[in-house]
Each structure stands twice: as C-alpha cells, then as structure tokens.
C-alpha cells in the first residue's frame, strides 16, 4: 500500500473525487452554465499566468538542438496521432464510442511540462533540453492540436475552424500579452510558484466539475459500463508502452547522448493534462466535452506511475555506457 501510494498523485485523486460527486450528485442547469463560464475565465488566466511564467530567451535557446527538438515535435504531433488514428478503429469495440473518441483526442495533445522535465532530471537526463521541448510543444499545441482536432476528427464531433479561432482567442492571445508583460512580471511570477500551481490545478478542477456535471445533466454516463473503463486503462497502457519504447529506441537510432535520449524518453511519450482538460473545453461541443476528458485522466495517471519507475531504474544505470532497456 506504501509502495502504491507513493505513485498516485493527491491531484488525481481530487480530479476522481469531484468525477464521482458530478455523477452521483446533479446540480441545477444555471449553475452548471456558471461553471462553465468560470471555466472559460480560469483558462484564460492559466495562459496568461503561462506566458508571464515563462522566459523568452528559454524559447530562442531550446531552439537550438534541433535533433531532441524536432525529435519531440515528430513523436508528440505526428507519431502519437497516427498511432491514435490507427488504434481507434481496435480499441473502440472494448471502450465504446465515448471512450475510444477521447482516447484518440488524447494522441493529438502536446507534451506534459511539469511531470517531463521533472522525471528527466531524477533519471540524470538533459533537463534544460527537457524544459525547451516540452514548452515548445505547449506553445505550438495552442494551434497544432485544434488543427489536428479538426482534421482527425471533425467529421464526427463537429470541430471547425469556430474552433481554432476559439482557441487562438481565449489562449494563444492571453498567453502573448503574458509574454509582453514577462519582462516586468515574469521575476514575481517565478518566486511564487503557488500562483502557478494554484491557477493550474484549479482551473483543471473547475472544467473538470463543469463538464462533468454538463454529462450527468445530459445522462451521458448511463450509455458506460465497467467494461468500458478496464478497456480504456488497458488501451491507455498500451499506447504509453508503445510510445516510451519507440520514444527510447528512437534516441538510439539517432545516436543521441544519454541526456537527450533521457529527454526525448519523458517528453515524447507524455500528454498534458493541464493543457488537454482546458482546450477541450474550448474545442468541444459541450455534450462531448466529458467524454474526451476521462481518458486524459487515466493516461496522465498511467505516465506518472510509469515514469517514475523507469526514472529511478535509469538513474541507477551507468552514465558511461548509458544501457538499459527497463
């Protein structure tokens, strides 16, 4: 039991919490169309905090190994969703249409910032090059994931281009006037690293019971059964397998040093939820919005047990020979 809940996150287990009271407990339409507009406000702010938190100069210098970079770019916006595109059609028979549908968004986020770097890091890895790619990935995931949304799977949740303009409206442009205001902000907003986690966890939080609450009203999770959730844990496990192996044998064929491989490990094979759970906010019909977010829950939970393994097994190997297969 120790050993277990060494691995869960206290997060997660709030984000379950606040799941399982939105099924159990309906709320009252006016105020689920509160928290919907809470909702909106809070990722907004959580982009402006973003582009105010984060260096300019960190964006230009990441730029410049352009092997771990682009490495990280193929593997987290091309590789993931044609693995995504690929498995759906196999997946969907055990997960439902529901589960199969967010499964498949969740292969066309960016890459996770805070669990990437800091498991590059505990593995001996290229943590600079870690924080570069996985802010990168961020930054053009603002516009990539809607446009992959809409060519992936517009047909069949009605995404457009009213979406992408959405997104560049209540994210891109918040986290640009951040940028503007980080060379006076940005020291104040990096010593307190509350405000950020603060904004972050409770503005994932506030979507979560919104679109929640939005499903239960609609009686979407009358349509799931408990076959469908074993199905999504066990699909979900296999895409991160699949992805941290090609991730890892990815590096060697490119014959990267073990920092860089390390990096292109955590950061290639990872999903973000504090951008994920947000985005399909905006992106999404509100009648869907449920449904694509429980498959980033268990993904996120899946990486971090998974990854916190194979760091500590990593840090053990030898930095000289750098071999290990996990």
Request: aromatic share 6%; charged share 10%; proline share 4%.
């Amino acid at each position: 039991m120790k050993v277990l809940l060494r691995y869960i996150d206290p997060f997660i287990v709030s984000i379950l919490a606040i799941l399982v009271i939105g099924i159990l407990v309906p709320i009252p339409a006016q105020w689920i169309d509160l928290l919907t507009i809470m909702g909106t406000v809070a990722v907004m702010i959580l982009f402006l905090v973003y582009g105010m938190r984060l260096r300019t100069s960190e964006i230009i210098a990441g730029l410049t190994n352009l092997k771990l970079q682009a490495s990280v770019l193929a593997s987290t916006f091309i590789v993931f969703p044609i693995l995504g595109a690929v498995t759906q059609p196999l997946f969907r028979p055990w997960l439902g249409a529901t589960f199969a549908l967010g499964l498949l968004y969740l292969t066309l986020l960016p890459s996770t910032v805070q669990s990437s770097i800091s498991f590059t890091s505990i593995a001996g890895g290229n943590v600079a090059g870690a924080v570069c790619a996985a802010t990168i990935s961020n930054i053009l995931g603002m516009v990539l994931t809607p446009l992959l949304v809409m060519i992936v799977m517009g047909a069949s949740t009605g995404v457009g281009w009213g979406s992408i303009v959405d997104v560049l409206v209540k994210l891109l442009i918040p986290f640009i006037i951040g940028q503007l205001l980080q060379p006076k902000l940005g020291d104040k907003v990096r010593a307190n690293k509350w405000l950020t986690k603060t904004v972050d966890r409770g503005t994932i939080l506030i979507v979560v019971a919104s679109s929640v609450a939005g499903a239960t009203a609609r009686g979407l999770w009358s349509t799931l059964t408990w076959g469908d959730v074993i199905g999504l844990v066990i699909a979900s496990g296999i895409l991160l397998a699949i992805m941290m192996t090609a991730s890892w044998k990815t590096g060697h064929l490119l014959k990267m040093n073990r920092g860089d491989n390390i990096a292109l490990l955590m950061c290639g094979s990872k999903k973000s939820l504090a951008t994920g759970l947000p985005m399909a906010a905006i992106i999404f019909p509100p009648h869907i919005v449920a449904a694509v977010t429980v498959p980033i829950i268990v993904f996120h939970q899946l990486q971090l047990m998974a990854a916190a393994v194979i760091a500590k097994r990593l840090a053990t190997t030898s930095a000289q020979t750098g071999e290990t297969t996990w």
